[in-house]
Each structure stands twice: as C-alpha cells, then as structure tokens.
C-alpha cells in the first residue's frame, strides 16, 4: 500500500522537477522583497539609526 491519502497520485519525475524550480523562483523573490524593504527602512531611518548610545 502507499502512504498517499486515496485518489492522490504520486508526482511524475518532470512535475517534481518544474514544482521544485516555481518553488525556488518563489524563495528568491520573497527574499528580494524582505532585502528591499530591509533597505529602505534604514534608508528612511537614516544612518545615525545604527550610532545611538546603547
């Protein structure tokens, strides 16, 4: 028996292989996207941001 809930079909070698490329095509442009705002919060911040007294 296989360990896929009924009327769930295994992927094929080529659907894992374009799920795995649209997954990592959306990894890389979440990670963009938090850098991107990263950056332009310190830029709005200003750099004295990064001197204060701690």
């Known amino acids: 028996m296989s360990d896929l809930p009924e009327g769930v079909r295994p ?3 080529e659907e ?4 795995r490329k649209r997954s990592v ?3 890389l442009t979440l990670g963009a996207l938090v850098l991107i705002f990263f950056v332009l919060t310190i830029a709005k911040l200003g750099p004295q941001v990064l001197q ?3």
């Open 25 to 27: 095509a959306i990894a």
């Open 16 to 19: 894992a292989k374009t799920r």
């Open 11 to 13: 992927l094929t070698p």
């Open 52 to 54: 204060r007294p701690l």
